[in-house]
Every structure is written in structure tokens, then in C-alpha cells.
């Protein structure tokens, strides 16, 4: 009996000692797979973090792209009221509009002009 009781307390030792063994060569064979998968998570967050991104900036895109047309549109309506000003009998040819226009606003001859184009007030 005392051989058996011997047996079992060493055969318990040696799996004690087996299972530790075993706990870390198994931990060291899972180093590998657990560091590929936290990689795999930190480029997957990466990629999600990047396509939100991407997704701004091509809605920013669109929206600048609207304001350029917009912008060109207005610009297009302002180049023909130019057009207009500058062909108008009013103002004969472009030396004498540039020159009215580099005059300052209080001018005596401005003053002048302004005077003689009002209409006096009419009385009620």
C-alpha cells in the first residue's frame, strides 16, 4: 500500500510539473497568433479611421466644387453687367470710365456733375 500511495504522489508531482510546463509552452505558441491579431486590429481601426477620412474629404470636395460653380456663375452674371456698364452710352470709352473711376468720390468736378444732374425738389 505504502508503493501505491508513493506511485500516486509521484505520478500527481510529474502532471503538477507537466501542466506548468505545458501552461508556458503553450503561451509561447500563442505569442505569435496574439500579436498578428492585435496587429490586425490596430490596421482595422487604421482602415475604419482612414475611409471616415476619406469620406469627409470627398463631401468637401462636392461642397467646394458647388460653391466653385456657384462662384463662376456669379462672376459670369457680373462680367456681363461690366460688359454692359463699359458699352453703355453713358460711359463712351473705357479711358474715360477708368478716369471717372480713379477720381475721388468728393471731388469738385464730381460734386459738380452730381449737382448738375439733380433735379430740383419738387414742392408738395
Known amino acids: ?3 501505491l500511495s508513493e506511485a500516486k504522489s ?3 508531482t ?3 510539473h507537466y501542466r506548468r510546463y505545458a501552461s508556458v509552452a503553450a503561451k509561447r505558441r500563442s505569442v505569435q497568433p496574439r500579436r ?3 496587429k490586425y486590429e ?3 481601426a487604421s482602415l475604419t479611421e482612414a475611409d471616415a477620412a476619406f469620406h469627409a474629404a ?3 470636395l462636392a461642397a467646394a466644387e458647388t460653391k466653385l460653380a456657384e ?24 479711358a474715360s470710365w477708368r478716369t471717372r473711376a480713379k477720381r475721388p468720390i468728393g471731388s469738385p468736378g464730381s460734386l459738380r456733375r452730381a449737382n ?9
Open 1 to 3: 500500500m505504502l508503493g
Open 10 to 12: 509521484a505520478a500527481e
Open 14 to 16: 510529474f502532471l503538477g
Open 36 to 38: 498578428a491579431h492585435s
Open 42 to 44: 490596430k490596421l482595422s
Open 58 to 60: 470627398v463631401t468637401a
Open 71 to 94: 462662384l463662376a456663375s456669379e462672376r459670369a452674371v457680373v462680367d456681363a453687367r461690366i460688359r454692359a456698364l463699359e458699352n453703355s452710352p453713358r460711359w463712351t470709352t473705357r
Open 116 to 124: 448738375a444732374t439733380r433735379s430740383p425738389p419738387q414742392r408738395a
